[in-house]
C-alpha cells in the first residue's frame, strides 16, 4: 500500500482524519454532508441511486482509463485502445437531414498530427468544449475518410502544464449534472471523510486472503497506481459483498426454524416403499442422489430449504414424489404449487397413479376448481385426510388450510415472486421447502442467490436420446423452417411453432377472478429478455394471426390449434387434450408450454423472433420436443441483425447442455435476467460477477457457514462489525 493511502501520511499533508468510529458511522450520513455537494448536485446525485455516504464510496468506477499508455496522434495504431492528448484546432456540430441525430466532430492537434474525434448524441460538448482547449481522448483508434479517428472516446478537459498522463484513471457512471471528473471529485471527498473507518472483516480472514484493509480497497479502487492494485482493490470488497450477502441469507433461514417445531421427517417409511416399488423405471445415479440428499435435509432436526436445479427432462419430479411419500410417512400434509395449471394438471396424469399405488391421497385444485370440489379438497385438508395436494397460484387462498404441513413443494420457483412463496411456506409451521426450477443456474450463480440453500444438481436425462438439433433461420428463409416442420408432419408425428405474443399487447390482470385460468397470472406480461434489437410492435408474429396464417398457406392438409395463456382453463385443456391425442397437428403457442407440456410424439418447433427470448427460455422451450423415440429438431427465425442477439442464437446451435448455455447467458448479461427476474439481495451485488467470480463465491460461502456454526447469531466481538454492515446493507432481519 503506497503513503498517500495512510492515515498518518494523511495527517501529515493537513489533511483532517476522523476519529474512527466517526469515520464509519459517516458512511450513512446524507450524501450533502460531504464537502462540495449542495442542494442542486444532492438531486442530480440522487437520480444516479446516491443517497448517502455508502453510497457514494461504493459507487464503483465501471472501467479504467490507462492513462500510461499516452501516446501521439502520429504513433497511435489502427484498431489500438491509447489516450492521445492535444489541442482542440476545430469543433463542428452536424446533424442528419432529418434531424434525428446530432454529431459533434472535434479536430485534435499535437506536434504530431491530427486525430479526429466524432461523438453521437453529445450536442452539449459544443458549451463544454472550445477552440484551444486542451483534452485528452481515449478510445480505439480507426481510420476512415482520410484520418485517424476516435468514435465517441473518453473526453477529459486537461491542463497542458500538468496532464495526467501517466495515471490509471477510473471512469464512474456518471451524468450530464454529475459528469465522470466531478464525480471522481465528489467520491474523493466522501473517501476523506470515512478515512480510518473499522474494517468489518475478522482480522482472520483477511490474513488468510492476503486483503487490504476495507479503507485502503475502497481507495484503490477508486484512485488505483496500477491495474493490479485496482484488481486486488476489487477482490477484497468483492468478497466482502458476497460473506455479507450469505450471512443474510442464512440467518433469515435459521431465523424459521424458531417459529415452530420442525419436522424431522422419516424418511424410510412405508409409503415411501411402496413408491419406489411402484415406480415403472429405476433412479438414475443423479436421481438416487438428489433423492439421497432431499431426505438427507428433510430428516434432519431444522427446517429444510432445499433447491433441486435439473436440465429440460431431467426427472426432477420422480425425485419430488420421494418427499411428498416422506411426508405422508410421517403424519404430515404436502402442498406442491406449480406456475401454470397445464404443468399441475401433468402431476395429477404423472404422478397421481404413483401416489395412489403408495397408498397416499392426493387432489389438485385450480383457479377453475368446480365450488363443490374445491370445498371437499379443503375439508379433507383441514382434517388431515388429504396428505398431498397438488395446485397452482389457488394454493395460496385463504380457504386452503392444511392440518399439518410439513412439506412446500414450488416448481419453477423463479416464476413465483417472494411474497407468493413465502405464503406457500407459511401454510405449515417450520415446513420443509423443496424448490425446484428447470433454468439451469450455476454454481455460482445459485449459491450467491440461494446461499441459504442446500442443493441437488441433475444434469443428465434418464434416456439418452438422440439430441435435438438445432437450425437458425434468417426471416427470409423462414420457408425452409417450414419444410422441416412439413417434413415431420408427413411422417406422422406434431409439431409446435412458439410466438412471443398473443396478439395486441393487454394489460395484466388487477387481481384474480374466481373464472380466470391461473395462466392468465403466471404469464400474464411475459418479459422479453433482449430489447436490443426492437422493432415495431405490429412487425412481431402473435400467435392467433400466424396460427390463421400457417393453416391457410402453409399446412393446409394439417389441423392447426391455438394455445396461449388468455384462453380459459376448459378451452386449453381441451386444446392439449386435442393434441396429446394427435387430432392437432401444428400447436401455435405462447410461451404458456415452456414448462409443463410432454407430448413424446411432438418433435419439431418453430420459434418466430426468437432473438426477442433469453438463452435459459429457449433452452426450456427446446424442451418440448424430442421427449419421445424420435429426435426434436428446433428452428429459431430471427430477422435480427445485432451481432450480439445472432451470437446468442448461434450459442443454441453448438449445444444441447443448458448449464453450459446458462454460463455462457451469464457472460453476456445481468444475473437477474438469466433468472427471468431480480431475486431479493442480488441487486446489492455490484462488484459481483458469477463467472469471473466462482473462487471468491465458493469462499465467501463456505466461510459464512462455518462462521455462523461457532457463532450463530453473529454476536461475538470478532463478528460484531460484520453483523452491523450485513444489518446496514440488508435491514434488520424478521423480528429484531
Known amino acids: 500500500m503506497t503513503a498517500a493511502h495512510n492515515t498518518p501520511a494523511r495527517k501529515a499533508a493537513g489533511i483532517a482524519v476522523p476519529s474512527r468510529l466517526a469515520a464509519t458511522l459517516a458512511l450513512d450520513k446524507p450524501v450533502q454532508s460531504v464537502k462540495a455537494i449542495s442542494g442542486a448536485r444532492q438531486a442530480a446525485l440522487a437520480k444516479l441511486g446516491v443517497k448517502t455516504v455508502r453510497d457514494l464510496v461504493t459507487h464503483f468506477p465501471r472501467r479504467y482509463i490507462d492513462m500510461t499508455r499516452v501516446t501521439t496522434a502520429a504513433d497511435a495504431q489502427i484498431?489500438?485502445?491509447?489516450?492521445?492528448?492535444?489541442?482542440?484546432?476545430?469543433?463542428?456540430?452536424?446533424?442528419?437531414?432529418?434531424?434525428?441525430?446530432?454529431?459533434?466532430?472535434?479536430?485534435?492537434v499535437d506536434q504530431t498530427g491530427t486525430l479526429m474525434v466524432t461523438c453521437f448524441r453529445q450536442p452539449w460538448l459544443m458549451d463544454r468544449v472550445h477552440k484551444g482547449d486542451w483534452l485528452q481522448a481515449s478510445g480505439k483508434v480507426e481510420f476512415n475518410y482520410g484520418f485517424k479517428r476516435m468514435t465517441n472516446p473518453y473526453l477529459e478537459a486537461i491542463d497542458p502544464a500538468s496532464p495526467n498522463g501517466g495515471v490509471i484513471l477510473a471512469v464512474h457512471p456518471a451524468s450530464e449534472k454529475v459528469p465522470a471528473k466531478l464525480m471522481r471529485t465528489l467520491v474523493g471527498n466522501a473517501l476523506d471523510a470515512v478515512c480510518g473507518l473499522d474494517d468489518p472483516l475478522p482480522a482472520a480472514l483477511r490474513i488468510r486472503y492476503d486483503f487490504y484493509s476495507r479503507g485502503s480497497a475502497l481507495r484503490c479502487i477508486h484512485f488505483p497506481h496500477t491495474m493490479d492494485e485496482a484488481a486486488q482493490a476489487r477482490r477484497r470488497l468483492t468478497y466482502e459483498e458476497v460473506l455479507l450477502l450469505e450471512l443474510h441469507l442464512m440467518l433469515a433461514s435459521d431465523q424459521r426454524g424458531r417459529d415452530g417445531a420442525p419436522c424431522a421427517h422419516t424418511v424410510d417409511g412405508p409409503h415411501v416403499a411402496a413408491l419406489e416399488a411402484a415406480l415403472p423405471f429405476a433412479l438414475t445415479d443423479e436421481q438416487a442422489r438428489a433423492r439421497d440428499e432431499l431426505f438427507a435435509a428433510m430428516a434432519a432436526p431444522r427446517p429444510a430449504n432445499h433447491m433441486l436445479l435439473g436440465d429440460v427432462g431431467t426427472g426432477k419430479t420422480a425425485v419430488a414424489a420421494f418427499g411428498l411419500a416422506a411426508a405422508a410417512d410421517s403424519?404430515?400434509?404436502?402442498?406442491?404449487?406449480?406456475?401454470?395449471?397445464?404443468?399441475?394438471?401433468?402431476?395429477?396424469?404423472?404422478?397421481?397413479?404413483?401416489?395412489?399405488?403408495?397408498?397416499?391421497?392426493?387432489?389438485?385444485?385450480?383457479?377453475?376448481?368446480d365450488a363443490a370440489d374445491r370445498e371437499a379438497i379443503c375439508t379433507g385438508l383441514a382434517d388431515g385426510s388429504l396428505q398431498v395436494l397438488f395446485g397452482t397460484h389457488a394454493l395460496l387462498e385463504p380457504d386452503v388450510r392444511p392440518k399439518r404441513c410439513t412439506l412446500a413443494v414450488i416448481d419453477e420457483q423463479q416464476r413465483f415472486g417472494v411474497a407468493q412463496r413465502e405464503k406457500l411456506v407459511a401454510k405449515g409451521a417450520c415446513a420443509d421447502v423443496l424448490a425446484m426450477t428447470a433454468t439451469p443456474i450455476p454454481r455460482s450463480l445459485a449459491l450467491a442467490v440461494y446461499g441459504d440453500m442446500t442443493l441437488s444438481y441433475i444434469h443428465h436425462r434418464p434416456l439418452e436420446r438422440t439430441p435435438t438439433v438445432t437450425r437458425v433461420f434468417p426471416f427470409a428463409q423462414r420457408g425452409e423452417a417450414y419444410e422441416i416442420v412439413r417434413n415431420e408432419l408427413d411422417a406422422g408425428r406434431q409439431a409446435y411453432v412458439v410466438c412471443p405474443l398473443v396478439g395486441a399487447a393487454a394489460p395484466k390482470p388487477k387481481k384474480a377472478d374466481k373464472g380466470a385460468s391461473d395462466d392468465d397470472y403466471a404469464y400474464a406480461n411475459i418479459a422479453i429478455e433482449d430489447a436490443r434489437d426492437m422493432a415495431a410492435p405490429g412487425d412481431v408474429r402473435a400467435a392467433l394471426d400466424e396460427a390463421q396464417f400457417l393453416q391457410a398457406k402453409i399446412f393446409p392438409g394439417y389441423e392447426v390449434g391455438v394455445l396461449h395463456g388468455k384462453m380459459k382453463a376448459d378451452e386449453k385443456r381441451e386444446v392439449m387434450d386435442r393434441f396429446l391425442a394427435g387430432e392437432i397437428h401444428?400447436?401455435?403457442?405462447?410461451t404458456v408450454i415452456e414448462v409443463g407440456v410432454d407430448v413424446p410424439n411432438a418433435t419439431a418447433m418453430i420459434i418466430e423472433d426468437a432473438d426477442r427470448f433469453g438463452l435459459a427460455q429457449l433452452h426450456q422451450l427446446r424442451g418440448r420436443v424430442g421427449r419421445g423415440e424420435h429426435p426434436g429438431v428446433v428452428c429459431l427465425v430471427s430477422a435480427s441483425k445485432a451481432p450480439a442477439a445472432l451470437e446468442r442464437l448461434a450459442a443454441m446451435e453448438r449445444t444441447n447442455d443448458g448449464f453450459e448455455l446458462a454460463e455462457f447467458d451469464l457472460s453476456l448479461r445481468r444475473e437477474g435476467d438469466i433468472l427471468g427476474n431480480r431475486?431479493?439481495?442480488?441487486?446489492?451485488?455490484?462488484?459481483?460477477?458469477?463467472?469471473?467470480?466462482?473462487?471468491?463465491?465458493?469462499?465467501?460461502?463456505?466461510?459464512?457457514?462455518?462462521?455462523?456454526?461457532?457463532?450463530?447469531?453473529?454476536?461475538?466481538?470478532?463478528?460484531?462489525?460484520?453483523?452491523?454492515?450485513?444489518?446496514?446493507?440488508?435491514?434488520?432481519?424478521?423480528?429484531e
Open 331 to 369: 403424519g404430515g400434509q404436502a402442498l406442491m404449487m406449480a406456475p401454470t395449471e397445464v404443468l399441475a394438471q401433468q402431476y395429477a396424469r404423472k404422478l397421481g397413479p404413483l401416489l395412489d399405488a403408495a397408498g397416499v391421497s392426493w387432489a389438485l385444485l385450480t383457479g377453475t376448481t
Open 586 to 590: 401444428v400447436l401455435v403457442a405462447t
Open 679 to 735: 431475486q431479493s439481495g442480488a441487486s446489492v451485488l455490484k462488484l459481483v460477477n458469477v463467472v469471473r467470480d466462482k473462487a471468491v463465491i465458493e469462499a465467501a460461502h463456505e466461510d459464512a457457514r462455518t462462521m455462523l456454526e461457532s457463532d450463530s447469531d453473529l454476536s461475538q466481538p470478532a463478528h460484531q462489525a460484520l453483523r452491523y454492515e450485513m444489518v446496514r446493507m440488508f435491514g434488520p432481519l424478521k423480528g
Open 79 to 108: 484498431n489500438d485502445t491509447c489516450t492521445v492528448v492535444g489541442s482542440v484546432y476545430d469543433i463542428k456540430l452536424k446533424q442528419t437531414r432529418k434531424k434525428w441525430l446530432s454529431i459533434v466532430e472535434i479536430t485534435l
